[in-house]
């Protein structure tokens, strides 16, 4: 699908940016501050992509320094008009039990912000699942010209050198979804009759569950997926 490989390769760009950036970015510390420059200036995409490298240099570290990046993300997408991204790295940062005082305040200022009622309108739209290093994997669901509706994937593992050589491995899925508008089931997606993926959607979450079993991870590389909880950021 076009739109999902111009995803792929959006994100893959992007890796190889932060690659060029790591000289100016080489500790949390400075990319805090070249974040926090750019933010000040009106850059947000580039502000963003600085407080992403933060990100990967403290997410297996100190606490503080996590929450603290987290924090930077969330605030510079609101301020750039990205709610539905700072609600997925507000949930990265409950995911990870983190009460800090800032993230208390965007909490509610995310709250406040974002269009629950709409997002939660419908299935359709754009889903992000976190797996670690600021890297994301993509569910869209668009509506089938049939009737029902249409699931692409886009999985990616990131790796732990996601920076030098971008995500240890990616996958594409695409099927239909049958079932109603909370329960649903993908078909025709080219999978083993014992390879089930079922979908759970409440609200903006959305849960998938898939089956383990040989052959039922061939459409991606090594160790890829597309279970596990989904995030709404768009319609």
């Known amino acids: 699908m076009l739109i999902r490989s111009k995803f792929l390769l959006l994100a893959l760009l992007g890796l190889a940016g932060a690659v060029q950036a790591t000289e100016e970015c080489a500790t949390a510390v400075q990319c805090n501050q070249v974040g926090s420059a750019a933010y000040q ?3 947000f995409k580039q502000a963003i992509e600085a ?3 933060q990100l990967r240099r403290v997410e297996d570290g100190d606490t503080a320094q996590l929450e603290l990046a987290l924090n930077n993300l969330i605030l510079t997408n609101l301020r750039s008009g990205q709610t539905g991204m700072a609600r997925a790295w507000l949930g990265v940062a409950l995911d990870n039990n983190l009460s800090g005082s800032s993230t208390r305040l965007h909490l509610t200022k995310v709250a406040d912000a974002l269009d629950y009622q709409t997002l939660a309108a419908s299935p359709t739209g754009r889903y992000l699942r976190y797996g670690g290093q600021a890297v994301w994997s993509e569910l869209l669901i668009s509506e089938d010209s049939n009737g029902g509706y249409l699931a692409s994937f886009s999985p990616v593992r990131a790796g732990a050198r996601v920076e030098e050589y971008g995500p ?8 239909k979804l049958v079932g109603d508008e909370v329960q649903m089931r993908l078909q025709d997606a080219g999978l083993g009759n014992d390879c089930a993926v079922q979908l759970l959607r409440e609200g903006i979450e959305l849960r998938v569950q898939e089956v383990f079993a040989e052959g039922c991870q061939d459409y991606g590389g090594m160790g890829i997926s597309v279970g596990g909880r989904y995030i709404k950021v768009s319609p």
Do not use: Q, T, V, Y
């Open 41 to 43: 200036d009106g850059r």
């Open 51 to 53: 407080f992403e490298r």
């Open 168 to 175: 240890a491995a990616i996958g594409e899925l695409d099927g």
